[in-house]
């Protein structure tokens, strides 16, 4: 995890580009972070990794333990923190960071917790089609069916997909592109969607799969047949 940042989703809109063309984009607040703590390899640590906070806190409402740590590394009361590894800024504890880490046409990933949906049934959770609207299935029409508890081996099997609890869980949408990074409000405007609701906290990450530098591959299979199926006509 090279670069990262804490955020919090704010919305979503829609800018336009230099051609004209209309991007749906979601706002997100990356920033400030401030540094809390620098682990190094050569440290008692054993590895790099740098300590991250977002979004001031009053103190009594943090654990003693938490404001202890925060106070050693002469930090401010904070709501969020997160590790990432091999950090690739050079920072130091006690410095700011923000949305311009992160320059437009760069590629990140996004993790948030998705917003709850109580409890669902399995057509809504799992797509299922439910049952037959016509003979004689009378109370079975969103039910599941089945779920091969008879014969052997006698139980439900572990993992069957059945009613319960939807939604509320950790999700990555990996390889959205920044659009725009307004930094005087530490704002970084995210084509595409971000799980979760908003007001909600999000992590945002340098893409694994498209790091900074990356660039599309050329498509030349198209070329290539075009140009074999002229030979093959001469």
Do not use: C
Not at 204 to 229: C, F, L
């Amino acid at each position: 995890m090279p670069l990262g940042l804490l955020g919090k989703k704010l919305g979503s809109t829609r800018v336009y580009n230099a051609q004209g063309v209309l991007i749906p984009v979601t706002v997100v607040q990356a920033g400030p972070n401030r540094v809390l703590q620098v682990k190094t390899q050569a440290g008692k640590d054993g590895y790099n990794s740098v300590q991250l906070g977002f979004d001031d806190q009053k103190e009594q409402r943090l654990t003693k333990p938490l404001l202890g740590h925060i106070k050693k590394h002469n930090g401010v009361a904070v709501k969020r923190i997160k590790e990432f590894r091999d950090f690739s800024k050079e920072v130091k504890a006690g410095d700011v960071v923000g949305a311009t880490l992160f320059a437009p046409g760069d590629f990140i990933d996004a993790i948030g917790t998705t917003k709850g949906r109580g409890f669902e049934g399995v057509m809504k959770r799992h797509n299922f089609g439910g049952g037959p609207s016509t003979h004689g299935h009378k109370g079975w029409h969103r039910r599941g069916g089945a779920i091969g508890q008879r014969l052997f081996p006698g139980t439900v099997l572990r993992g069957f997909k059945m009613p319960g609890h939807m939604g509320q869980v950790s999700r990555t949408t990996q390889n959205l592109e920044v659009i725009q990074v307004l930094e005087a409000d530490n704002l970084l405007l995210i084509k595409g969607a971000i799980p979760g609701a908003e007001g909600d906290y999000v992590v945002i990450r340098e893409s694994k799969k498209r790091p900074k530098g990356w660039k599309a591959p050329v498509a030349t299979g198209g070329k290539k047949k075009a140009d074999a199926k002229a030979a093959a006509k001469k």
